[in-house]
């Protein structure tokens, strides 16, 4: 059987080439060169480190044994890191410890041969790179495994590839943190940046001022042990974290445990449980308001050894200022003639707290004014949704001199497509930036904003869409083939799980409960062809969901790129381009009767399950047009009148936040 | 349609009897009795505190109310506990809070009224008790869910109800800890027995014998910092943490770090990849001995605030001892007859240590001797694999008039079946204790010994298996009927789920890994017939795996209680009653048909899984027995002794680590 499939494959391509194709890089290498031939595993792998005592190099050498050996079933004699054993069929060399400073180098080189590996890099994180790297060249035969023979050359195009997680609209704990950050590191991004206080919270244990955390973290907070450690993980992955206290705007958390820094007097401040902007601020003009940031910052910045230190600085629309007069006043006093001005004054006054702890301040792109210090790193991430051209203000920020991160067109929570992310480049050709202009680029940031999210479903909104945007800030701009891309993504998304990343295996624990543990197969074929609505459209107005409503729903196990939507589509187009193809065309019919037994299963299944209630109205909608569809496709009898309405019930976006995937080949079949 | 179900219901039964037909409480309560009545659960649902303030009750009904959200999809106006709202639809009534000391009231009661329900207990523990049952009892209809009027008065039949995780073996991070103590008080479980030390791991941070977990944790320990955020975590769920440190055998660890207090002089121990009983043991003559356990107890005694410690005790073979002159001299000198008496006069010294920290020592039951003190509490493990009866050493130990909990018959790492688990008693009649010496009896104790288990599969292992041994600690002793427990225990499985269980969502992480992501329907199916080899014959002599070694293969996807199993071996006793019964017969067939359908699909699937492999033999024997059967069913050609060997390969061990669980239905089907 092995020799019927080697000649199969012979007699259609060159081994090399194929197994390049085969090759499910992602993010895809700077360089890469492979030969026929390859390098098999057995029990007698084992990894010699000649390198200097890196924790980092020790850990992430255990760790890949034990992926390893979890993917083959492989029993290692040799379970952890060896020294001393240049005999060792893998040998890792590195020059020195990477400082995580976004300055280290990160470059490295893998050649594998038939009879050993070796992994070059000048520093310990460019060797875990490598690592990852080897692991996902992994193949296998029928009954053995494999590393195919090759030659890598890799460094990054962008020195800031981040992913920023919102612990403070909901509660991420540790475990949760810890297994992003390995998800992370498999695709070679190196800042976190944690969002750690917000309107909805605080979520450090505070010793000095404790009533930040005893009166607003509904006793959901790190401790700084905890963040000690979650920072210490991070490191030996090679990812820098950057925390982020949001001032002075999103301040009602701040403000709930000491209200006397508030910009409006007397006032009781309250933990808001609604998403949305709101007045809460900070009253710059108050001395107390920065010894108080001064004693946070004292607390807070030694926990994180990192030199960035995000203040926010976002969505202060001044409400607060503008309704007190003594605030006015000091305006007029100081020539400040605007609530952004204010804002400058407020931010100015942070620097020197942050350079005591040798802290640079970076905040999103509202703390940009002409009397900004330009050591200010400025965030990005207003675009299209606020008025603005994409890239538009990442690219003023450079252009003014400062250095600058891209997180728009990064925003996880919009649940858009996988598309929109992988084509957002931190550096649009169409602004024709000067290649000085664009150093100050310093790469991009995805964030999910945790409104809809929690620990049970945050997993399946940041990955896989983050290896995309990974690739985009690792690999050379010319890597943009999206096909190609979606094909790669497919074994990077399984392999997530390895990592205990949640977005696979969740998807059923929720569908179980909306079942109320009935079969959910027609739950999850309905699901795969639904998506949680977009951009904001779900939780309008950002009260209909409080930070304590249900995320366990029919839209909260849907995501993004619903899985069968786009072959269908496909084929709708396919069939479209030539109505004689009747391969194409009885699929397509297979695929509506299958929703239409779908609908059947459900309203069977909502009989002891209530939750389907919300939805089962959208699948009614899709079975009577899949029933009218089957029937023009068949030339039976069809009313495009009433066909055209169905259509316009299935674009329905009034049923359990969630929409149809499928409404194009819908559309194409109508037409 | 609501009306016709109605209709229907009533017209089978009284409202009343259904409902408590149907109520699937686990562990059954002491008393319970029903009416006909609903109690409808809308976003006015509110839970109103009359009780001294309580954090732990405050955590449970927070908790309660975002599971009770969870599984409704309810969008609740008030999303956590108040107090001084006595119009509130539910009400809890305490008097005071408990202390976590075996001599709490845990007893509550549960009322359920159309519009209002009333939890009252004496101490906030049982009043979380109340609130699990209640969340037991919902019901719901196609469109609302409700809970039935009922009124239960409920309390323990054993003060003690533990599980006991292995942290050692395998390290369990933080939060698989803390899922597994939020399942335990589901059940209401109420002591967590962590054995922190053992030959392969010691788990604890130390600030001062940081050689401890520096030396011989392999980087995986807890810190002092998370082991006091683990116990306060407990104490809110009402559950005392009982830490182990298991001396003065079982040392590999401690001895890795610490060579000194050795047995064996200048002997370099190191720590142990192995599984079974080593020989690595503290020298009890040895002064230093003492001084290093005080110096450890000094530190790990205050981070536990119950009262209890264990120090372990057990399989100390005493062969350093005996190959050491100085021991056997200072036994001579200190007339110790035995190595037994050696030890006790050991663990004797490490009482008054314990008693500085208002500990009591407690042991496994290798530590009772004449000489021990009465104070000790006796932990019964070993029964008819070690050459015992069932519960003798725990009766022996109460009639010596030590305090003892039972561990024997609990042993989930066995893998065996959920009955026999349900039908082990602390208290066997068949001894006939009397009733002074039964309140000895403390309780019982489920065990995890985690050489074969992971994060990834120990809840696979611990439940639902654990729900029943908490019945069998909880409820009286009357409630034994095994298929009405495995009933009321569907939905208890299930709803493990919502607190972070990962039984059900794991298992498919780990056939999807086998099947190199293909897709994994036939694997599925396979392993329902079959579960991990039993008792000790996984892992042969303790040496087949080493601790690094891959548990991801098919015997860690497989369970106990396989869940196809059981049907198919009771639907070939239906028929074996009665041939005529055609029905039986067809739905057998069928079965055997599948099972050789699935063995296609693996065949095809193997293609590109190697690890397949290795229980594909299995699938075959199956394959070929399925096939003579159905030709026997159907009076085709049969060869009944070739049907014989063929049964005789379906009985094998040899593949993978697993063994088919419908043999009984085989059998039946070739006699």
Redesign the interface.
């Known amino acids: 059987?092995k020799y019927f499939l080697f000649t199969f494959i012979c007699t259609t391509m060159c081994w090399g080439q194929m197994q390049k194709e085969q090759l499910n890089l992602m993010p895809w290498p700077k360089e890469i060169s492979n030969q026929q031939g390859k390098f098999n595993i057995d029990k007698d792998f084992a990894i010699n480190l000649n390198a200097p005592n890196s924790e980092r190099l020790t850990?992430a050498t255990?760790k890949f044994?034990?992926r390893l050996?979890?993917?083959?079933?492989?029993?290692?004699k040799n379970?952890?890191a060896l020294i001393n054993h240049p005999n060792s069929t893998v040998q890792i060399n590195v020059k020195s410890i990477a400082k995580l400073d976004l300055q280290q180098d990160e470059s490295y080189q893998l050649t594998i041969a038939p009879n050993q590996i070796i992994i070059n890099a000048n520093t310990d994180s460019g060797a875990i790179y490598g690592l990852e790297t080897l692991l996902q060249t992994l193949q296998?035969?029928?009954?053995?495994?494999y590393f195919p023979t090759l030659s890598i050359q890799d460094s990054p195009r962008f020195r800031w590839r981040g992913l920023m997680i919102d612990a403070a609209r909901h509660f991420m704990?540790?475990?949760v943190i810890k297994r992003n950050l390995d998800a992370m590191a498999a695709v070679k991004l190196n800042v976190f940046h944690w969002h750690l206080v917000d309107d909805q919270g605080w979520r450090i244990e505070m010793k000095s001022l404790k009533q930040l955390h005893l009166k607003a973290s509904?006793?959901l907070y790190y401790?700084q042990?905890?963040i000690k450690?979650v920072v210490q993980y991070a490191g030996n992955l090679g990812i820098m974290v950057v925390p982020e206290i949001d001032v002075p705007g999103h301040a009602s958390a701040i403000l709930t445990a000491i209200p006397e820094i508030g910009s409006t007097p007397n006032k009781k401040y309250s933990l808001e449980?609604n998403a949305g902007v709101f007045n809460p601020t900070l009253d710059p003009t108050n001395p107390k308001t920065y010894q108080i940031i001064n004693q946070i910052f004292d607390e807070v910045c030694p926990l994180f050894p990192g030199k960035y230190f995000h203040i926010g600085g976002d969505e202060n629309e001044g409400k607060e200022w503008d309704a007190n007069p003594k605030i006015q006043k000091f305006k007029k006093e100081n020539n400040l003639a605007t609530n952004h001005d204010l804002q400058t004054y407020f931010t100015m006054k942070l620097i020197p707290i942050l350079k005591k702890h040798n802290k640079l301040l970076m905040g999103w792109e509202e703390i940009m004014t002409k009397d900004m210090s330009k050591d200010a790193i400025i965030h990005a991430w207003r675009g299209p949704n606020e008025g603005l051209k994409a890239g538009e203000s990442l690219a003023n920020a450079a252009k003014n001199g400062y250095q600058t991160v891209l997180s728009n067109g990064y925003y996880l929570d919009l649940v858009l497509g996988i598309d929109t992310y992988y084509n957002t480049d931190p550096i649009n050709k169409e602004l024709n930036l000067s290649s000085e202009i664009q150093k100050n680029i310093l790469g991009g940031e995805a964030t999910i904003w945790a409104e809809l999210v929690t620990p049970l479903t945050i997993d399946s909104r940041i990955w896989p869409r983050t290896a995309a945007i990974a690739e985009r800030l690792w690999s050379d701009s010319s890597v943009n083939n999206l096909k190609n891309m979606k094909k790669r993504l497919?074994?990077v998304t399984?392999r997530l799980?390895?990592l205990g990343i949640?977005h696979?295996?969740?998807k059923?624990?929720i569908l179980?409960?909306?079942a109320?543990?009935q079969d959910i197969q027609a739950l999850e074929k309905f699901s795969n062809i639904c998506e949680p609505l977009k951009l904001y459209t779900r939780n309008k107005g950002g009260t209909?969901?409080?930070?304590?409503?249900?995320l366990?729903?029919f839209a909260d196990a849907c995501t993004p790129d619903a899985s069968d939507a786009e072959e269908f589509n496909s084929l709708v187009e396919l069939y479209n381009a030539n109505h004689a193809n009747n391969e194409a065309k009885s699929k397509i019919i297979n695929q509506l009767q299958s929703w239409i037994s779908t609908h059947k299963e459900l309203v069977q299944l909502?009989?002891?399950?209530?939750?389907i209630?919300?939805f089962l109205p959208l699948s009614k909608n899709l079975n009577d047009l899949s029933q009218q569809l089957i029937n023009k496709l068949q030339d039976k009898s069809y009313d495009a009148e009433l066909a055209k309405k169905m259509l316009e019930n299935c674009k329905s976006k009034d049923y359990a936040d969630v929409e149809l995937a499928i409404i194009p080949g819908l559309v194409g079949l109508i037409q």
């Not at 050996?69 to 290692?76: K, P, Q």
Request: proline share 6%.
């Open positions: 059987m850990i255990t044994l034990r050996d979890g993917r083959t079933g492989i029993f290692f379970g952890f296998n035969t029928n009954d053995s495994f704990p540790v475990d509904d006793g401790t042990e905890q450690d449980r497919i074994p399984d799980e390895e949640t696979i295996r969740n059923g624990v179980r409960n909306i109320n543990y209909e969901y409080q930070m304590y409503s249900p366990t729903l909502q009989k002891n399950a209530p939750i209630s919300g």
